[in-house]
């Protein structure tokens, strides 16, 4: 009963009545006390104002020369109240928050029992049995739970998707969303509010995987998806780890890779200028399709000068960017110098 929250009220307000002294420290604090209880009980703050106010009445004081004093009286006792309920409503929320970053950290580390972690697991709404898949947000600055940018893009998500069980959160700096595999619309459209909240950030997204390894799996996959898309300078505000899956098995064999460039572009390092340039122009000649006319436009180029660009490197490399038998070696060798940033660095 909220009535045990107003213990001792009725009679402090008679006192001071009667003689028009002020609440004493171990009274408001008594009052903060109570309060505090109040508000992990799960009462509302409204509700106990109410029935302050209501016993106020009641023990209104018959003397018109003690109103004054009630009212200063009622005054502190409700702000200490409210005191105490707000305090214990702040250490329920820096708790809840401790929580969850240890909920998140243990989920996408894999560090707790598995059991244990889809028991914690329900409590912010997931369930680990259905598979899960995880999208990865950054931009220009780190973003903590209580940015402006995290609540906003919680806000949009539970706006548009209600209680669709899905876990918005950050880690070291970035946004975290996971969602059930299912409902990619979720994801999409996490990516679109994250974007445009973090001024223009890449969003990446991991495959959906069962179980709570799964998640894990997801997660490591869109930050290798961010990594990856940073290497190729991709300008795709978000990528799919689902459509960059040939990168990765290009870059498993470091050495193989590395041999690879070498012997199909090194010989453009001999070209003055250095390979930069010609390296830059088999790249957007592959990205235009292999069209000179609007390769030459991306480069700002006559399609007279992007030729001779390509004939030199015919003649440097000995592979003509042009021959279909050619093309596949130079494509994979240019992706490769894009994953091994070179010439930037030796390999």
């Given at each position: 009963?909220?009535?045990?929250?107003?213990?001792?009220?009725?009679?402090?307000?008679?006192?001071?009545?009667?003689?028009?002294?002020?609440?004493?420290?171990?009274?408001?604090?008594?009052?903060?006390?109570?309060?505090e209880r109040a508000?992990?009980?799960?009462?509302?703050?409204?509700?106990?104002?109410?029935?302050?106010?209501?016993?106020?009445?009641?023990?209104?004081?018959?003397?018109?020369?003690?109103?004054?004093?009630?009212?200063?009286?009622?005054?502190?006792?409700?702000?200490?109240?409210?005191?105490?309920?707000?305090?214990?409503?702040?250490?329920?929320?820096?708790?809840?928050?401790?929580?969850?970053?240890?909920?998140?950290?243990?989920?996408?580390?894999?560090?707790?029992?598995?059991?244990?972690?889809?028991?914690?697991?329900?409590?912010?709404?997931?369930?680990?049995?259905?598979?899960?898949?995880?999208?990865?947000?950054?931009?220009?600055?780190?973003?903590?739970?209580?940015?402006?940018?995290?609540?906003?893009?919680?806000?949009?998500?539970?706006?548009?998707?209600?209680?669709?069980?899905?876990?918005?959160?950050?880690?070291?700096?970035?946004?975290?969303?996971?969602?059930?595999?299912?409902?990619?619309?979720?994801?999409?459209?996490?990516?679109?509010?994250?974007?445009?909240?973090?001024?223009?950030?890449?969003?990446?997204?991991?495959?959906?995987?069962?179980?709570?390894?799964?998640?894990?799996?997801?997660?490591?996959?869109?930050?290798?998806?961010?990594?990856?898309?940073?290497?190729?300078?991709?300008?795709?505000?978000?990528?799919?780890?689902?459509?960059?899956?040939?990168?990765?098995?290009?870059?498993?064999?470091?050495?193989a890779m590395a041999?690879?460039?070498?012997?199909?572009?090194?010989?453009?390092?001999?070209?003055?200028?250095?390979?930069?340039?010609?390296?830059?122009?088999?790249?957007?000649?592959?990205?235009?399709?292999?069209?000179?006319?609007?390769?030459?436009?991306?480069?700002?180029?006559?399609?007279?000068?992007?030729?001779?660009?390509?004939?030199?490197?015919?003649?440097?490399?000995?592979?003509?960017?042009?021959?279909?038998?050619?093309?596949?070696?130079?494509?994979?060798?240019?992706?490769?110098?894009?994953?091994?940033?070179?010439?930037?660095?030796?390999?």
């Open positions: 009963m909220t009535g045990t929250y107003l213990d001792g009220y009725a009679q402090v307000l008679a006192s001071v009545a009667a003689t028009g002294r002020r609440l004493t420290r171990d009274e408001l604090d008594r009052r903060r006390a109570l309060g508000a992990e009980a799960g009462h509302s703050l409204r509700g106990l104002v109410r029935e302050h106010l209501a016993a106020t009445r009641a023990s209104w004081p018959r003397t018109p020369d003690a109103a004054d004093c009630v009212l200063a009286a009622v005054e502190q006792a409700v702000d200490a109240f409210a005191e105490g309920y707000e305090r214990a409503q702040r250490l329920a929320v820096r708790e809840e928050e401790a929580a969850r970053r240890e909920f998140i950290d243990d989920l996408l580390y894999g560090r707790s029992d598995l059991g244990r972690l889809a028991e914690r697991a329900e409590r912010f709404g997931l369930v680990l049995s259905r598979a899960h898949a995880v999208a990865v947000a950054e931009g220009p600055e780190a973003y903590d739970y209580t940015a402006p940018v995290t609540r906003h893009v919680e806000a949009a998500l539970i706006a548009r998707f209600g209680d669709r069980r899905i876990l918005l959160a950050t880690k070291n700096g970035q946004l975290v969303c996971i969602a059930p595999g299912d409902e990619d619309d979720v994801l999409t459209s996490f990516a679109q509010q994250a974007h445009a909240a973090t001024n223009g950030g890449r969003v990446a997204v991991g495959r959906p995987r069962p179980g709570a390894g799964g998640v894990v799996h997801s997660y490591e996959e869109a930050l290798s998806t961010l990594e990856l898309a940073d290497r190729l300078g991709l300008d795709e505000p978000v990528v799919r780890a689902a459509d960059l899956l040939v990168y990765p098995v290009l870059a498993r064999d470091r050495q041999d690879l460039v070498l012997s199909a572009l090194g010989p453009l390092r001999s070209a003055r200028g250095g390979a930069e340039p010609l390296l830059r122009t088999l790249q957007v000649y592959f990205e235009a399709g292999c069209t000179a006319a609007e390769a030459a436009r991306r480069l700002a180029l006559s399609v007279r000068a992007l030729t001779y660009r390509l004939e030199r490197i015919h003649q440097l490399t000995g592979a003509n960017p042009a021959d279909p038998m050619h093309r596949y070696t130079l494509q994979t060798a240019v992706i490769g110098a894009q994953l091994l940033d070179w010439p930037a660095q030796e390999i």
